[in-house]
């Protein structure tokens, strides 16, 4: 792991925005869902806002200046793809004035991670060999 990656998370952590803490708060702890989040944690090249590794969930809590770098995120959201993550985003605002709908938009997620896959239907007669 690059040290100076593991080093800004750490600072990242002790430099929280006011959104994150409001978020943390509730994710900590195994207070939300029971689920285990940690918060600026390196996967990657990338720090993640917060992680559940057990829901292949990274959310990420983004300020205005989100706006500019769309192609950064873009990219760094198809890297965490492809390692099997599904990104939730939110708007520092959002978080701030909408924490409810936010924690609920999470809930429905996980409640549908949750949820068995719908069997493969079985060929018709005729169909396949």
Known sequence: MNPELLDNAKRLRT???????????????????????????????????????????????????HAEA?????VRDRYLNEQGFTVLRFWNNDVLNQTEAVLEKIRIFVEECDQPSPPTPLPQAGEGS
């Open 70 to 74: 769309l192609i950064y995120d873009e």
């Open 15 to 65: 430099e929280q925005t006011d959104a994150e803490k409001c978020l943390w708060y509730y994710l900590r702890a195994h207070r939300f869902m029971r689920l285990k989040v940690k918060r600026q944690k390196p996967v990657g090249p990338y720090i993640a806002d917060f992680i559940c590794i057990e829901k292949r969930l990274v959310i990420e809590v983004d300020g205005g200046q």
